[in-house]
């Protein structure tokens, strides 16, 4: 795997011109395709101190030893510290501290001992921060700067996995787009690239979406546009529907339910087998069950998605990590611009 993974981190970084030399990076090592962000930050030339911590994905010992073999070959292993404990030494010698899984939150109890100077990339785009990530009081207090990715920007282009993202949920919720008809119900940015790929693969997808969104969906293949949203109002083909793939932000905010926006009642009347797919936002499950609405996954954490970039394995992550990296790189340079397109979006 080590040359394999070697090259499409350079891939990117040649793409990106990721350049953190002279630099102190504090991330995250991990299991799985997050593994890549410690080396892409060495690989760039970063001091990097990776640290783990007992999750639900693993214990620190195997973050750290999946990370340590993943770079095998791969990155300067001088360069990468791998820590179990975080101390306050380790923060304030860090430029950049990463809004990664296993350092969350990042709070005053955390960045308190961090630089004045510091940067922290949040790793996503600015739509999708969460409060209970990072105290963004407390940084802009202190003069840190927060910066969000631009994950579509043409060299990170993170986005174009979302629609590859939707199929694994399909099939991983145990049925096919093949002859099947599917409903996408949405009110963010996420919907027409998701629509882009289960339209042209399945036997059609209806599209509930805001009315003002349906210029985005024009003229792609196998869709159906019903607008609405948050109402579910579905032409009569559609009533047989194999799931409705859901999509929503806030996603924090519950979005189906007895009194959310969209009524759970009229959701389970439109259809004959209703399921809901959980992509992104909150669900009233009780209300779900109460009403006979099937649903996938059976567990999602509020606010997060129910399905990863790293389910579909390490592409989508390389580019969304080594975007985080290049807005962490602007932010200290002060040069926001990456062949003519913005990388950050400040906070």
Known sequence: MGSALGAKLRVVLDELALDLRGRVVLTEAATGPYVVTALLAALAGAEVYAY??????????????????????????????????????????????????????????????????LVIPLMFEAWEWREGDLDLAYARSRGMTVGA????????????????????????????????RFVLLTNNDFGPYIARVLGTVSAGLAVVAPDDQREA????????????????????????????????????????????????????????????????????????EDHGVAYFPREVPSGHMGVLPSAIGFDPVIRLQAGGLKAAEAMLTGRHLHAGVPVVELL
Do not use: C
Not at 95 to 106: A, M
Not at 251 to 265: K, L, Q, R, Y
């Open 52 to 117: 783990a911590r007992d999750t639900a994905y693993g214990t620190a010992t195997q973050a750290i030893d999946a990370t340590r073999a993943a770079g095998e070959g791969v990155a300067p292993a001088r360069d990468i510290t791998y820590l179990s404990e975080l101390t306050p030494e380790v923060v304030a010698k860090a430029d950049v501290i990463t809004n990664s899984g296993q350092l969350r939150p990042l709070d005053e109890s955390l960045l308190r001992h961090a630089k004045d100077s």
């Open 149 to 180: 990715t631009n994950e579509r920007h043409p060299a990170v282009d993170v986005f174009g996995y979302l629609g590859d993202m939707a199929l694994r949920q399909v099939l991983d919720a145990g049925t096919t787009p093949y002859r099947n």
């Open 217 to 288: 969906y024009a003229g792609l293949p196998g869709v159906d546009w019903v607008g609405g949203f948050p109402a579910v109002s579905l032409p009569d083909e559609y009533r047989d529907a194999e799931a409705v793939v859901f999509t929503a932000y806030p996603f924090d905010s519950t979005w189906i339910g007895e009194d959310g926006p969209v009524d759970v009642a009229a959701l389970a009347a439109a259809l004959t087998h209703p399921r809901v797919l959980r992509y992104a936002g909150d669900v009233d499950v009780r209300a779900l």
